[in-house]
């Protein structure tokens, strides 16, 4: 792969190069997923994004992997719900043949007779019950029925919806954007969001940076060929912390490249951006959620054309709204309140 130019550079520099690139590659991971999103208080003298190549946390090894092939569960949570399939006669070897085995019993174009299971992975603290794998059927897929969590709990949960379920609102002035979410591949994420929608209220969630495209991606999103990847950078970036909770950091989790419409953590929230364009130069740094439905993308480019001021994060410029746009978020119920869906 990638061999470096400068192999036979030798002299006095070289130590101080070789320095330099220690530094570099350390402050890359811890930056990678803070510089263009976070209003730093250090300085660092690098930008991911001047040179287009931002750190790949990972590595970059990880096969390319497909938002329908996950199947996630989260650890240490256990959902009730009604059973369709009992555990205690349906022993799988891993929490992923478990999801499988629920995904299974969704059919393409109709209700899914399962959307959640439960399996217990863990030999020591599951004893008999080793490899149980419950599939279940919550009674409202946007109201989990948890009934644990935490490290005493043995089990493994997770769930998923239905084709056109699992969209949520995501109220402003200008529109409410719906998000589809991805709770088979980011399920911590998803869970938050959950919880989200059922607070009564919603004080402290807005979005308060707005770039648009600028002329560097296309109506599509895509790269325009030489341009440069910002400032702007094609997103608007908020905050889903409430008022009045106490905000646990999200883990990282699916992290898919960058496309118009995805909604991302920034870090592990609860700052989050929606993104207007393919940022595939940011390679797979964070934790996808959910996407934006192609139809309500222009209220975000609306969104993200307002008037801003400029402040400077880390030496890159931003345009901060000079009004932040207040969020709400609101339950949606399937494609018969959407007709637009359709
Ligand atoms: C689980 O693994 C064991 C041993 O590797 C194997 O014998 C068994 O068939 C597997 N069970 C399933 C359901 O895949
Ligand atoms: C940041 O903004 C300042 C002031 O508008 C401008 O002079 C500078 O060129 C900008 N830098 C970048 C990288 O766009």
């Known amino acids: 792969m990638g061999r470096r130019k400068n192999d ?4 006095r ?8 690139m220690g530094v570099i590659s350390c402050c890359m991971v811890y930056y ?21 190549q931002p750190v790949d946390p990972e590595g970059g090894e990880e096969e390319e992997e497909r938002e329908e092939f996950c199947c996630r569960g989260i650890e240490h949570w256990e959902l009730w719900g009604d059973a369709v399939k009992w555990g205690s006669q349906f022993k799988l070897n891993s929490s992923e043949e478990c999801c499988t ?40 897929s946007l109201e989990l029925d948890r009934r644990d969590s ?8 997770g769930f998923f919806f239905a084709e056109e379920q699992g969209i949520v609102g995501l109220e402003t002035e200008y529109g409410t954007l719906r998000l589809k979410l991805f709770p088979d591949c980011a399920p911590r994420s998803v869970a938050y969001i959950l919880e989200l929608l059922q607070l009564q209220h919603s004080v402290g ?16 999103g895509n790269h325009v060929e030489n341009a ?34 995805s909604v991302a953590w920034v870090g592990s929230g609860p700052d989050f951006f929606i993104s207007l364009a393919n940022h595939l130069e940011w390679k797979k740094a964070y934790t996808v959620f959910g996407s ?25 410029n931003v345009s901060v709204l000079e009004k932040p746009v207040t969020l709400r978020f609101r339950m949606i119920g399937t494609d018969h309140d959407n007709p637009q869906l359709q």
């Not at 036979?8 to 002299?11: D, E, R, T």
């Not at 807005?206 to 599509?220: C, L, P, V």
């Not at 309500?296 to 008037?307: R, T």
Request: net charge negative; proline share 6%; glycine share 8%.
């Open 13 to 20: 520099f070289s130590i101080l190069i070789l320095f330099l």
């Open 205 to 220: 969630f807005q979005f308060y940076r707005a770039e648009s495209r600028g002329s560097f991606w296309d109506s599509e």
């Open 8 to 11: 036979s550079a030798v002299g």
């Open 150 to 157: 935490g490290d005493h709990v043995m089990w493994t949960s």
């Open 101 to 140: 085995a629920c995904k299974a019993m969704c059919r393409k174009d109709g209700p899914c007779l399962c959307d959640s299971w439960v399996f217990c992975g863990n030999q020591e603290a599951c004893g008999a019950r080793f490899g149980e794998c419950w599939l279940k059927k919550q009674k409202n």
């Open 32 to 52: 990678s997923i803070s510089v263009v999103f976070v209003p730093s208080r250090t300085d660092p003298t690098i930008s991911v994004l001047d040179s287009g």
């Open 292 to 316: 934006v439905l192609p139809e309500d993308i222009e209220i975000v480019e609306k969104i993200s054309q307002l008037p801003t001021k400029l402040e400077v994060w880390s030496n890159i």
């Open 228 to 261: 440069p990847f910002g400032p702007p950078f094609a997103l608007v970036q908020g905050t889903l912390e409430a008022h009045g909770t106490i905000f646990t950091q999200i883990p990282a989790e699916f992290c898919p490249d960058i496309r118009r419409g």
